[in-house]
């Protein structure tokens, strides 16, 4: 190696170190946050309720709850004015401060899985199932969930509660109770109360063949319609059948349309009122909402005199569907097509009028 060649080496091997020394400086002078992150740690205060697992739900320094594992690792972090353990790996959240607390359900991972939009979630249990029922603040309305938080109907109860062993769910008129299996929930009663044309009624369904066909909303929509047809048999107007059927009209008649005597009619009383299976010519479910009305009703007799009567008349609704999305009403009708009139007096005969007949019958023998 020649001179020149060695103080070239020389010259780089001296800018290295100088490099080398410059850039340790560099990362010595650096402030050590900006270099790294520093890993927040969470201080558990308090533990309160766990698991099988081990997992536990803990309060930090701010009152604040969250969720641990068995090895203190932080799963749900302490944003939560309240946290308890719900079924299938999820808890029950709650955010916000006294009456204005909302409630939801979190995963595991801290996720929302049911938005916190509920004045609190209750916890049911219906023989060896578990529900929930969230009620709604604005309407204290509740939506009932299964234990993986999935819903168990596309709507809405004015109450969840469990009595005597059964779910019982009310709404509107109807109270519907159902009973839970390895199969999930099964629907063992139905209790229904409406009005008719301001006559009230009650509608009861017990058989469990009938019930496994039904739903509450297909009760509600059934007798829903029939009170629609009732005013409609009454009243004998066409603008209510739009709101009855959106197919033929042609099934549904009024009461006694074609019966020139009948002066009025005037609903009493709905009795005996009944749902049933019927027959189908397609395979389709159909069915008929039965019922008595008891009726006053004006008329002219055989003289033009007005009179009066009162019987009651018994009628049936059918419906096809199997669903409250399908569902469908295809007929309405009367069993008589006009009532049962009084037969014509028989006016007594005055004496004077019977000595009449027997000189008149005297003439004629004479005459004879």
């Given at each position: 190696?020649?001179?020149?060649?060695?103080?070239?080496?020389?010259?780089?091997?001296?800018?290295?170190?100088?490099?080398?020394?410059?850039?340790?400086?560099?990362?010595?002078?650096?402030?050590?946050?900006?270099?790294?992150?520093?890993?927040?740690?969470?201080?558990?205060?308090?533990?309160?309720?766990?698991?099988?697992?081990?997992?536990y739900?803990?309060?930090?320094?701010?009152?604040?709850?969250?969720?641990?594992?068995?090895?203190?690792?932080?799963?749900?972090?302490?944003?939560w004015?309240?946290?308890?353990?719900?079924?299938?790996d999820?808890?029950?959240?709650?955010?916000?401060?006294?009456?204005?607390?909302?409630?939801?359900?979190?995963?595991?991972?801290?996720?929302?899985?049911?938005?916190?939009?509920?004045?609190?979630?209750?916890?049911?249990?219906?023989?060896?199932?578990?529900?929930?029922?969230?009620?709604?603040?604005?309407?204290?309305?509740?939506?009932?969930?299964?234990k993986?938080?999935?819903?168990c109907?596309?709507?809405?109860?004015?109450?969840?509660?469990v009595k005597?062993?059964?779910?019982?769910?009310?709404?509107?008129?109807?109270?519907?109770?159902?009973?839970?299996?390895?199969?999930?929930?099964?629907?063992?009663?139905?209790?229904?109360?409406?009005?008719?044309?301001?006559?009230?009624?009650?509608?009861?369904?017990?058989?469990?063949?009938?019930?496994?066909?039904?739903?509450?909303?297909m009760?509600?929509?059934?007798?829903?319609?029939t009170?629609?047809?009732?005013?409609?048999?009454y009243?004998?107007?066409?603008?209510?059948?739009?709101?009855?059927?959106?197919?033929?009209?042609?099934?549904?008649?009024?009461?006694?349309?074609?019966?020139?005597?009948?002066?009025?009619?005037?609903?009493?009383?709905?009795?005996?009122?009944?749902?049933?299976?019927?027959?189908?010519?397609?395979?389709?479910?159909?069915?008929?909402?039965?019922?008595?009305?008891?009726?006053?009703?004006?008329?002219?007799?055989?003289?033009?005199?007005?009179?009066?009567?009162?019987?009651?008349?018994?009628?049936?609704?059918?419906?096809?569907?199997?669903?409250?999305?399908?569902?469908?009403?295809?007929?309405?009708a009367?069993?008589?097509?006009?009532?049962d009139?009084?037969?014509?007096?028989?006016?007594?005969?005055?004496?004077?009028?019977?000595?009449?007949?027997?000189?008149?019958?005297?003439?004629?023998?004479?005459?004879?």
């Amino acid at each position: 190696m020649n001179k020149q060649t060695r103080l070239v080496v020389s010259f780089l091997f001296i800018v290295v170190i100088i490099l080398a020394a410059a850039i340790t400086h560099f990362y010595l002078s650096v402030p050590a946050d900006n270099t790294a992150k520093k890993t927040a740690q969470t201080e558990i205060t308090r533990k309160g309720a766990a698991d099988g697992d081990g997992n536990y739900i803990f309060t930090d320094s701010n009152g604040r709850y969250g969720m641990a594992d068995s090895e203190n690792r932080i799963l749900i972090a302490s944003e939560w004015t309240d946290l308890k353990f719900a079924s299938s790996d999820k808890c029950i959240a709650a955010s916000g401060i006294g009456n204005s607390r909302l409630y939801g359900c979190v995963d595991f991972d801290g996720n929302i899985v049911i938005p916190l939009i509920y004045s609190g979630i209750s916890k049911l249990s219906v023989g060896s199932g578990t529900f929930y029922s969230a009620e709604t603040g604005s309407d204290g309305r509740c939506v009932l969930y299964d234990k993986h938080f999935e819903p168990c109907f596309r709507r809405t109860w004015s109450s969840c509660a469990v009595k005597d062993g059964s779910l019982l769910l009310t709404d509107g008129g109807g109270t519907y109770a159902f009973s839970y299996s390895s199969d999930g929930l099964l629907f063992t009663r139905a209790v229904y109360d409406g009005d008719a044309s301001g006559c009230p009624y009650s509608v009861e369904i017990n058989s469990r063949v009938m019930l496994s066909k039904l739903t509450p909303s297909m009760i509600e929509d059934m007798t829903g319609i029939t009170e629609k047809y009732i005013d409609y048999a009454y009243s004998g107007s066409d603008e209510l059948l739009p709101s009855i059927t959106k197919g033929s009209r042609a099934g549904f008649a009024a009461l006694f349309p074609d019966d020139h005597r009948l002066l009025t009619k005037r609903l009493l009383g709905i009795s005996d009122v009944h749902i049933y299976s019927v027959r189908s010519k397609d395979d389709v479910p159909c069915y008929e909402v039965t019922f008595s009305a008891d009726t006053e009703i004006t008329y002219t007799d055989e003289d033009g005199e007005r009179r009066t009567m009162r019987d009651k008349y018994k009628a049936a609704v059918g419906f096809s569907g199997t669903s409250e999305s399908d569902l469908k009403a295809i007929y309405g009708a009367f069993e008589k097509s006009e009532p049962d009139y009084p037969e014509p007096e028989i006016k007594d005969e005055t004496p004077a009028d019977n000595e009449a007949e027997k000189n008149n019958a005297a003439q004629r023998q004479n005459g004879e």
